[in-house]
């Protein structure tokens, strides 16, 4: 199983990014999995973004993005999405996309595959 997140880079506070996880494996089948996406800044531990059912139909998301991250899936495509709107600094740190079974979850322990993570950088 490979999880590909890119879509990370410098942008001005205020702006926005969308990143991209693109899923593969002969044996994994994207459909079936909850996805979500974690951020981990320097010297700070990994913490929850963002995570969605594996129809799409439920979304969670960190309570103090207030609103400003959307996630999504397109199933055809392999692929979930994080659309980060109204960026400030304390956004800067590296992306991770994570797959599981199972059910929506906030910890990171509970994910079983990983992707290498993007980083995103947001100057003030």
């Known amino acids: 199983v490979q999880l590909q997140a890119s879509g990370g880079g410098l942008v001005q506070a205020g702006g926005s990014l969308r990143l991209s996880c693109a899923a593969s494996?002969?044996?994994?089948?994207?459909?079936?999995?909850?996805m979500g996406w974690f951020r981990q800044a320097p010297g700070k531990e990994r913490d929850f973004v963002s995570a969605?059912?594996?129809?799409?139909?439920?979304?969670t998301n960190a309570d103090s993005l207030k609103g400003r991250f959307t996630i999504s899936r397109d199933n055809a495509k392999n692929t979930v999405y994080l659309q980060m709107n109204s960026l400030k600094p304390e956004d800067t740190a590296v992306y991770y996309c994570?797959?599981?079974?199972?059910?929506?979850?906030?910890?990171?322990?509970?994910?079983?595959?990983w992707g290498q993570g993007t980083l995103v950088t947001v100057s003030s």
């Open positions: 994570a797959a599981r079974r199972g059910g929506l979850s906030r910890t990171w322990m509970e994910y079983d595959y």
């Open positions: 494996g002969r044996t994994f089948t994207f459909s079936n999995y909850y």
């Open positions: 969605i059912s594996w129809s799409g139909g439920s979304t």
